[in-house]
């Protein structure tokens, strides 16, 4: 397992690590974020998404774009949010090394930091095709961290 984690501050509270990391599945590569927040926990699933592309330490933060969605659950909303990096990924031809999410009532309002691929540069993993409902888990968990995970089909 690939994980990777930064620390995340919450005024009033213990700090909570963040942690990104892939996850085992026989034929796609499955993904989970973790952090003292909804929030913060898709920002770190999203990363985990591009660190299966790539070594998100080789990105530089040239370019910012804003995504929006909504959904009626929790669960929803976090496969369309995947959906919508992965489309823009795609049709951008983006990578990105860094996520800010707000999420307001199943409104969720993010900005993405990263660059084009340079080919030159930049050594492509695999290419993922969408967030799946496979193994679809946002919640959180009893020491109050939040987790949200799925497998990504590649």
């Known amino acids: 397992m690939y994980c990777f984690s930064i620390s995340v501050a919450v005024p009033g509270a213990m700090p909570i690590k963040a942690r990104a990391e892939h996850f085992s599945h026989d034929a796609d590569i499955g993904i989970c974020g973790s952090g003292p927040t909804r929030e913060a926990a898709f920002e770190q699933a999203a990363l985990a998404l591009s660190a299966i592309v790539i070594d998100v330490s080789t990105i530089q933060p040239k370019v910012k774009i804003h995504i929006e969605c909504e959904a009626p659950r ?55 095709k969408g967030a799946t409902y496979t193994a679809l888990k946002v919640a959180r968990e009893a020491d109050q961290v939040w987790t949200a995970q799925c497998v990504i089909d590649v």
């Open 74 to 128: 929790d669960d929803l909303l976090f496969v369309d949010w995947l959906n919508a990096v992965i489309f823009r990924m795609a049709v951008d031809h983006l990578l990105f090394c860094k996520y800010r999410v707000a999420i307001d009532d199943h409104r969720l309002s993010a900005d993405a930091w990263g660059e084009e691929i340079d080919r030159a540069r930049h050594v492509l993993g695999v290419e993922p």
